[in-house]
């Protein structure tokens, strides 16, 4: 059917009667998509289950990766770019007078994510398939993703968000391999055969019904399969409370949790994670010995990654089936658990260290709180035999301690790898975070560099950029994204300058389109487009970029004569509902807004635009506008950074402090090709070693930096003078934990440099380009061959012949 357009749109046309029962005429766009989307479907079938053959006949090694977040973003595209047919559809479409773009922004932007943790998962399963690598992703069916958001006045409003209202033509409801997942009730301790055996009893039991999506690799014939589990109630369940009992089960995928920390202790995260652990263990070990008998061996047949702390008690369910279900003895158990899991870091925040209360989690989970107590135990044992009699070390490493089960030691102890996702990430865990943990186990820390990848971010979401690259360079860099350097070749062509520089035009223009759209504000094609988008957290310092915009406010308005570079400064967020700061500087950023844009003579210069309900589909219309990306945050605090690669590979030039991958990016581009400022992590840690940072000094001495400040209190914003006082707050009595103050000059120093290198337009797009011909080490690709050689032990499997 999609052999050639002719046969496609015959197919298209016969297909789109039968499934919707209306003529060509009277059919909606939607109806045009689903009827797309379920001819793309049946086609991937084939080689979905040509796939599971292969893998199952070459009996290899496989990697399940286990994560509460998989951020996909829309598949009509990806999956006709990735199955070669998107030329044969849109070119058919054409014919028929349909625009497929149109069709694809019927789809749905599954937001099964919060943002980078989940967006990396994402973009792991397209390596992987891509790769040939036999790897498959666990997740959870949300019902309801990441809260769409609403701006209502200048302030976040939060909607539920329902991908799933029109249904999901990619998965496939696999109820025959559902498996049961018991909470509550409690331990029956039995002797049998002179040792003590364990069950579980008087269990509320919760069916996990798996939804299958498949995950097509780019040119190649594997599709791998991402596994989301669905909580349904028993059927034949004796519940006094049917309804009650209903409610309860199918509450447990109703959402995805925003990540903060002020919801913390809420016992249905907890069951979430539970959940996907046990669904997803159960449902390894089955297929594991569909093929084989002796489990002592699943570390040679298997590797279970944990993404972040959420899937932990995959460790722990791991050894309870082992022991429990199956038989072994714990040290057997014990052999195999930690060999098959592996463990990522991705954030260095203490308070996003996950730690659950005791008396939460024994009630629900006691087996698996059992087995924790074993394993604290024994690993408490271990440690003392190395120190004997300091109480503090072991206090300070146990995985059970004051109350709380920590997630993170759990993790640790219970891996073969952790990893963090930059150097310099990685280089604080181990001397610093973890430094215990690597002292007692050096062997098992190292280091993942994040990647994204490329199909999604330049083949997909920048067409036109795409066409240039391969019209100076040929296309080998699709395949091998390293290949991109030899865009460096052709610099010196004024042509490929030129070319470029109407691409990115070209790509503005779109995106200014949009903004008049949504937003009614009309901007500057030749201003520079600078922009920060990514989740509202104090640490990424969105308040920075504010009090940089208010500076130049006040410049403007102060002497006429103070020219600059335009700009148009972009932003897109989502807070936490219940993250109070975040929210207002939300609302900061559009009181500012405001100001600026309705300024008759400031507004000529700088525009201030907030892109509500920034998401992966809108994510892909501002990546290839950019000219300036924001990567901001305070050194030390992002582990990593993905959207800086996005940017870098769309050719805008990175603002940046020292921080997570930026520093990865600056080594491979060079430091005249990237614009850092600011404190290194270095400065940071002593700092706050040390306490002596006082920002209060930092206002008092510097007047651009009272002014602004006191401009969010003095009426300025001309609204309630309250409105914005914790946010000054938290810069003057808080004593500024991010160091907003203390960067200010620097960062009001280098935006004074970029907007003078922009006016030198050659040379700007030059550095462009050489940041995008170094992009190819940060696509995941990379990222993921090296997972698999040093953690997984996996490999390609090949179709033959
Ligand atoms: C959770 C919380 C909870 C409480 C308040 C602060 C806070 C901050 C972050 C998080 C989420 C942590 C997990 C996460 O998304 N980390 C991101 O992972 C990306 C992929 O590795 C990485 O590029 C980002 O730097 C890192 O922040």
């Known amino acids: 059917m999609f052999s050639n357009k002719d046969s496609f749109k015959e197919c298209f046309l016969k297909r789109l009667e039968s499934m919707c029962g209306k003529g060509f005429e009277e059919s909606t766009t939607r109806d045009k998509y689903h009827t797309l989307g379920n001819m793309v479907r049946e086609y991937i079938s084939s080689k979905w289950i040509e796939t599971n053959e292969r893998y199952r006949s070459e009996s290899q090694k496989q990697v399940y990766y286990l994560s509460i977040e998989f ?3 829309r598949l009509l595209g990806q999956n006709l770019l990735n199955l070669q047919i998107k030329d044969i559809v849109e070119e ?24 980078g943790l989940g967006r990396l998962a994402a973009c792991f ?76 009893v008087d269990a509320q039991k919760v069916l996990a019904v798996p939804y299958d999506m498949p995950v097509v690799g780019f040119e190649v014939s594997t599709v791998n399969t991402l596994r989301l589990w669905n909580a349904e109630p028993e059927t034949f369940s004796p519940h006094q409370d049917i309804l009650s009992y209903k409610r309860e089960t199918e509450a447990i995928t109703d959402f995805l949790y925003p990540d903060d920390t002020y919801d913390e202790g809420k016992i249905l995260r907890l069951k979430q994670q539970y959940f996907l652990v046990s669904a997803s263990i159960q449902s390894i070990i089955a297929s594991f010995k569909k093929e084989r008998s002796n ?35 714990w040290d057997e158990a014990w052999e195999v658990t930690s060999q098959t899991v592996s463990y990522t870091n991705h954030t260095i925040l203490a308070e996003a260290l996950e730690k659950w209360p005791i008396h939460l989690f024994k009630p629900l989970l006691p087996r698996i709180y059992m087995i924790i107590e074993e394993i604290n135990e024994r690993f408490c044992a271990e440690l003392w035999a190395k120190y004997p009699g300091d109480w503090h070390r072991i206090e300070h490493m146990a995985i059970i301690a004051h109350g709380l089960v920590k997630m993170a030691h759990l993790a640790i102890v219970g ?94 223009e779109i995106l200014a389109n949009k903004i008049a759209e949504k937003n009614g504000i009309i901007v500057d094609l030749d201003s520079i487009f600078d922009v920060q988008v990514k989740r509202l957290h104090a640490y990424k310092r969105q308040l920075l970029n504010v009090l940089h915009i208010m500076y130049l406010y006040n410049r403007l308005k102060e002497d006429v004569n103070y020219t600059i570079q335009p ?27 405001e100001k600026v844009n309705k300024d008759p003579r400031v507004s000529k210069v700088i525009k ?35 959207g800086n690669m996005k940017f870098m590979m769309n050719g805008a030039l990175t603002v940046g402090t020292l921080d997570g991958a930026n520093i990865e990016m600056m080594e491979e581009i060079g430091k005249e090709n990237i614009f850092t400022f600011g ?62 103050l203390r960067d200010f000059a620097s960062y009001i120093d280098v935006q004074e440099k970029v907007g003078l290198a922009y006016q030198d337009r050659n040379d700007w797009y030059e550095k462009a380009l050489i940041n995008i011909s170094h992009s190819g080490l940060f696509s995941s690709d990379r990222t993921i061959s090296q997972y698999a050689d040093d953690i997984w032990k996996i490999s390609p499997s090949y179709v033959k012949g």
């Open 608 to 642: 201030v635009v907030f892109m509500e309900n920034y998401r992966v589909s809108l994510a892909e219309g501002i990546f290839p506008a950019a000219d300036v990306s924001e990567q901001i945050s305070t050194a030390s605090k992002e582990a990593s950074g993905t």
């Open 679 to 740: 404190l290194t992590a270095n400065d940071v840690l002593k700092y706050e070693e040390n306490g002596r940072y006082r920002s209060m000094e930092y206002y008092h001495h510097d007047q651009r930096i009272r002014q602004v400040v006191d401009q969010l209190t003095n009426g300025f914003f001309s609204e309630d003078e309250g409105e914005f006082e914790s946010i000054a707050d938290s810069l003057l009595v808080q004593n500024d934990q991010y160091f907003v």
């Open 125 to 200: 399963l397209d390596s992987l398939a891509t790769l040939n690598l036999p790897g498959h992703g666990y997740g959870i069916r949300y019902k309801h993703g990441l809260f769409d958001q609403k701006i209502v006045d200048g302030y976040q409003v939060e909607l539920p968000e329902q991908w799933l209202r029109h249904g999901n033509v990619w998965e496939v409801r696999k109820p025959d391999e559902s498996v049961e997942i018991s909470f509550w009730g409690r331990v029956e301790a039995s002797t049998h055969n002179g040792g003590l055996t364990f069950k579980h």
């Open 295 to 329: 489990l002592r061996e699943l570390h040679q047949h298997v590797a279970i990654h944990i993404n972040d702390t959420h899937p932990a008690m995959a460790v722990p369910e791991l050894m309870r089936i082992l022991i429990d279900v199956e038989g072994l003895s």
């Open 92 to 115: 058919g479409l054409k014919e028929l007078n349909i625009s497929l773009s149109e069709i694809e922004e019927c789809e749905s932007d599954p937001a099964l994510g919060n943002g």
């Open 71 to 73: 951020l996909l973003g």
């Open 415 to 508: 891996s073969s790898s952790i990893n963090g996702v930059a150097k310099i990430h990685s280089n604080i865990l181990k001397n610093r975070e973890m430094k215990s943990f690597y002292e007692f186990y050096p062997w098992k820390f190292n280091n993942k560099t994040n990647g994204i990848s490329h199909r999604r971010w330049l083949l997909k979401a920048n067409p036109e950029l795409t066409a240039l690259i391969k019209n100076t360079i040929g296309e080998e860099w699709v395949r091998s994204p390293e290949k991109l350097i030899d865009l460096k070749n052709h610099l010196h062509q004024s042509s490929l300058i030129e070319q470029f520089a109407a691409v990115k035009r070209k790509r503005k």
């Open 567 to 593: 700009r148009t400064f972009i932003f897109g967020a989502k807070a936490s509902p219940t993250y109070y700061y975040a929210k207002k500087i939300i609302k900061l950023i559009h009181s500012l807004a």
